[in-house]
């Protein structure tokens, strides 16, 4: 652990140790002085254990909130339903998660992933998501927190900043303990079916209560390795279209049968096998004090501190196209017509998929990668209440949080190809060799198979056998970056108790919020020394040129300039044994035994280089870093109504809230000079872009209420709702994507890098989504775990961000610019439409004889449809991005004297994920998750009222999650997710 993070813990407990001194004085003086009436005052104690308690609780917040809620209750102290907050979550209706190495870590509702989230009903910091406002889940441990409220429908007291909805995660508030201390922790062990590791994780709780004063701090910490392996094509994006006369070996072929050469067919620059393995170590503490300071002041002050150290390491057989030749592939005969290319470079051509076929790879790679996260944050929370039982109350409260990520990337490529039929090669001065002399010589057949359960590449048998034939030919440390982001907020509420008829209660309240990003991305460039010249590169590749040895004033390896690795030939025979493992893991997939480069010597991205190429140093990447300041105002009132509308009881609120947001982002002004060779035109900066923007939203919200029966509810809700914007959309530069002249360019020297596409990261003049959000809600609260609900949505949104291409002139590596290429950056485009259902059922079966009484089952269905004017290559309407327009869950329970059991199915149809690809007409082919669904089961004896041990397992069935391009039968990739088991033991006293 780093000091910055032992300082901020430091800070957040030193707090709350002096708060706690404080009020401990104080709490002696006015214990002698009001006792009395402090016990006639006092809280109430609700204890919840079980899964029954649970659900009795929830329900009974769903029934009596303001809006239309959803609420998740803790059965235990520290003891969320599932392993994830995320994974919790995905059990309410209408909610869908995204997945980080199969863990939950995002989180939709309703279809639309711009969802507010809140800590005890404010915003703060999370480590894993410093640009944005809702967390990465994956790194908030689930037992720091002791239940969720999903508001699905605004309401004005709630702080605007998610379209769909928001989460606010609760965590425990002492005062609802038992009088006296309360002590329980666990004790844990996991296991994936694939990593094989044993993982553990310890909880802690501690609580204390009396009638003015209590304290409590929970503490969670574990450490866990999760597999995800990538099969089929390691980077989507990464495609293009061919026509039958381009082939690789020069010779057109009418593939079709169509009499012409003139078809065009899909292909990608890449296809192979990848080992991906997370390991994770989290640590989490939460310390919360409540004192009763006088009769009428009550303070709550909160420390909340994450941090999670995580290396994603991968390993992959990979063979491709060298990014240079889309002929490279000879389709199979399952060749499938999809329609016309309507415009671009192949506009008219016919476009064919496969799912078979041959690659002539020219370039077959050993590929091994790092990328290291060192996260954390802390958030303070100060608030005073005061209620002195007359009509005035209100609060005042003070947030302030901070959080840091610092992000490493490193890469190493070793060939199993000479690089001769990529038209790579080395040269010593005296005449160019092959860059991998004791690799194959030739283009490598590599069959193609992606029509079973599993996609399947099938290598040569004697291909890569030995470590001789493996030389890493390329490597480099990129994306590199460190954010830094401070939030303060200060706000004042009150509430103002009416004894008229129906109008009961009044809520206003003001706010004012600073949210501070800074971003600062870089490069490793080491400096290449060759005869008394020296120049700084990124992209250490052994068949480069760094500096004109021969003084011809041209930079040309086939002119007689020396390259990068002449004298520095990095066989794997010749690297330390400790470097070089040997693997055949790629979960479902075989396809033999190859060596790797092992990816946790590369967790050390300076260190690795170093030791490669000496004399690493970091290099900014002006482009990518940025500086984002965004400051907020808002004020809201909210009206309380509670009456009667002919003889039928009913509750209402109806509101407005307005927010003022100034941003003011600060970009780097480009230079012409490029600070480095073979990187990614990586240029000076000369200045500094602040573009200012402002913007308004004055924000209507209405809920009601009516008692239809004393078990029937009806609710309906209308509001306008708006998002934060990510910083990284509105501060991020330009990304130029190059590939190596193979002579397919006369303007660029052969072995020197052109570009060949861009992405351009952020747009300073965005503006936040808007809608308009309309439910309808019908609940019978059968009996006191029984609920069957029917709901109608709507949202209609204002505009989305999507993605824009263009045609623009850009540089190529050497910082000349020459050609044009297709930009993709953030747009707000059109918006759209989610219009759907949502059904619910839960009971417990507390009216069945003897053993059955303990069951119990939950179902719920979502039906999310949405549209959007942007359209794929069909011409039809897609989809919001991540929307699945089906969802749903089923749960059986049983909960009996000692023995609790759950079983969980969660399904999530097929989602749209976005578009890309080359000549491929408008923004290219729709990409889409295929549908999934996930198992999970858990189980707890309780040995006495103590100690009990329990049992989990998710994903048992081993579900995967197939990505196709535009059409179901056309699957490019799958991701493999584990089965994991955990047991352990829990006790409270």
Not at 227 to 235: E, I, Q, V
Not at 756 to 769: F, M, S
């Amino acid at each position: 652990m780093t000091s910055t993070k032992l300082n901020k813990i430091t800070q957040g407990l030193s707090l709350a140790m002096m708060v706690t001194a404080t009020i401990s004085t104080q709490n002696v003086m006015a214990q002698q002085e009001d006792s009395d009436e402090a016990k006639s005052n006092a809280v109430e104690v609700i204890q919840i254990r079980g899964l029954r308690a649970s659900t009795k609780a929830d329900l009974n917040n769903k029934r009596f909130a303001d809006g239309i809620l959803d609420s998740i209750t803790a059965d235990d102290i520290g003891k969320l339903p599932d392993i994830t907050i995320a994974d919790t979550l995905q059990r309410v209706p209408g909610i869908q998660i995204n997945r980080s190495a199969g863990e939950g870590s995002g989180v939709n509702i309703r279809g639309v992933g711009s969802v507010g989230t809140l800590l005890n009903g404010e915003q703060f910091l999370s480590a894993g998501s410093i640009t944005t406002l809702q967390p990465n889940f994956s790194d908030i441990p689930s037992a720091l927190v002791s239940g969720i409220d999903v508001h699905k429908s605004p309401t004005s007291k709630i702080l605007a900043g998610g379209i769909s909805g928001t989460l606010d995660l609760k965590t425990i508030r002492p005062f609802s303990l038992d009088e006296g201390v309360t002590f329980a922790s666990s004790a844990e062990v996991s296991r994936g079916n694939y990593t094989g590791e044993t993982d553990p994780k310890v909880t802690a709780f501690v609580g204390y209560n009396t009638d003015r004063f209590a304290v409590s701090t929970s503490v969670s910490w574990d450490r866990v390795n999760l597999a995800n392996y990538r099969l089929g094509t390691p980077n989507i994006g990464w495609s293009g279209a061919q026509t039958e006369g381009n082939a690789w070996d020069g010779i057109g072929e009418d593939r079709t049968g169509d009499g012409d050469q003139n078809d065009a067919l899909v292909t990608f620059i890449g296809y192979g096998n990848m080992n991906r393995n997370t390991e994770r170590e989290r640590l989490g503490i939460t310390s919360t004090m409540q004192a009763q300071l006088t009769n009428s002041v009550e303070m709550v002050a909160d420390v909340f501190y994450t941090e999670m150290d995580d290396a994603d390491r991968s390993i992959g057989l990979v063979a491709d196209n060298a990014w240079g030749d889309f002929g490279w592939e000879q389709h199979g005969d399952d060749l499938t017509s999809r329609g016309v290319i309507a415009d671009g470079g192949l506009a008219g051509s016919e476009l064919y998929t496969a799912n078979t076929g041959v690659l002539n790879a020219p370039r077959v790679a050993s590929t091994s990668e790092s990328r290291t996260n060192d996260r954390d944050s802390l958030n303070l929370n100060l608030e005073f209440k005061f209620d002195n039982g007359g009509p005035l109350s209100g609060s005042v409260r003070y947030i302030h949080g901070e959080g840091q990520r610092e992000t490493t990337h490193n890469i190493a490529q070793s060939f199993l190809t000479d690089g001769a039929s990529q038209s790579l090669f080395r040269n010593d001065g005296t005449g160019e060799i092959p860059v991998h002399p004791q690799g194959v010589s030739g283009r490598v057949p590599v069959i193609r198979d992606f029509s079973g359960e599993h996609p399947q590449l099938t290598y040569p048998s004697d291909l890569g056998q030995n470590m001789e034939d493996y030389a890493i030919i390329s490597t480099y440390s990129e994306e590199n970056y460190y954010e830094e982001a401070t939030l303060d907020v200060l706000r004042a509420d009150g509430t103002y108790r009416l004894e008229s008829s129906d109008l009961t209660t009044v809520e206003f309240g003001v706010r004012k919020g600073r949210r501070d990003v800074k971003r600062d991305t870089y490069v490793l460039l080491a400096p290449i020394n060759q005869d008394g010249l020296s120049t700084d590169v990124m992209w250490k590749d052994q068949g480069e040129v760094a500096n004109d040895t021969n003084g011809d004033g041209v930079f040309s390896r086939a002119g007689g300039d020396k390259t990068i690795g002449y004298d520095n030939y990095l066989n794997f025979a010749n690297l330390p044994s400790s470097w070089v493992i040997q693997s055949n893991d790629f979960g479902p997939a075989d396809i033999g035994n190859f060596y790797f480069i092992n990816p946790e010597i590369m967790d050390d991205h300076i260190g690795f280089q170093n030791t490669l190429y000496p004399g690493n140093f970091k290099q900014s990447q002006p482009g990518e870093s940025y500086n984002v300041l965004e400051s907020t105002k808002s004020a809201y009132f909210n009206l309380k109504f509670d009456g009667e509308l002919g003889s039928l009881p009913y509750k209402a609120n109806v509101g407005l809230q307005y927010i003022k947001t100034d941003l003011t982002v600060m970009q780097n002004l480009l230079g012409s000079e490029v600070v480095c060779r073979a990187c990614p035109g990586i240029v000076d900066s000369v200045g500094q872009v602040v573009t200012d923007q402002s913007y308004s939203d004055t924000l209507p919200a209405l809920n009601l209420r009516l008692n239809l029966t004393d078990d029937l509810v009806a609710r309906a809700s209308y509001g306008k709702t708006m998002n934060r914007l990510d910083t990284r959309n509105l501060g991020g530069g330009m990304n130029v994507g190059t590939t190596i002249n193979q002579g397919e360019v006369s303007d660029v020297p052969v072995g020197e890098r052109y570009a060949v596409e861009a992405n351009r990261t952020g747009n300073p003049n965005l503006k936040p989504t808007r809608a308009t959000n309309h439910d309808l809600t019908l609940e019978w609260y059968f009996s006191d775990t029984g609920l069957l609900s029917v709901a109608w949505f709507k949202m209609d949104i204002e505009s989305n961000l999507t993605t824009d291409v263009s045609t623009e002139f850009v540089p190529d590596a050497d910082g000349i610019v020459r050609r044009q290429v297709q930009v993709r950056g953030p747009v707000n485009g059109d918006g759209g439409t989610i219009k759907g259902y949502e059904f619910a059922y839960q009971q417990g079966f507390d009216f069945l004889p003897g053993f059955w009484s303990g069951f119990g089952a939950g179902l719920n269905y979502t039906y999310a449809p949405s549209t959007s004017d942007t359209r794929d290559f069909e011409g039809n309407k897609l989809p919001l991005n991540d929307n699945s327009e089906n969802s749903g869950n089923a749960v059986l329970w049983y909960e009996k004297g000692p023995l609790q059991v759950r079983l969980a199915a969660n399904y999530r149809s097929e989602r749209f994920v976005g578009q890309s690809g080359r000549n491929f007409g408008g923004g290219g082919l729709a990409l889409y998750a295929e549908g999934t669904t996930y198992i999970d089961m858990s189980a707890s004896y309780d040995i006495n009222d103590n100690i009990s041990v329990y049992f989990s397992g998710s994903n048992l069935t081993e579900e995967f999650e197939n990505m196709y391009y535009q059409w179901e039968d056309f699957t490019i990739a799958q991701d493999i997710y584990e089965r994991r088991l955990t047991m352990g033991v829990r006790g409270r006293w």
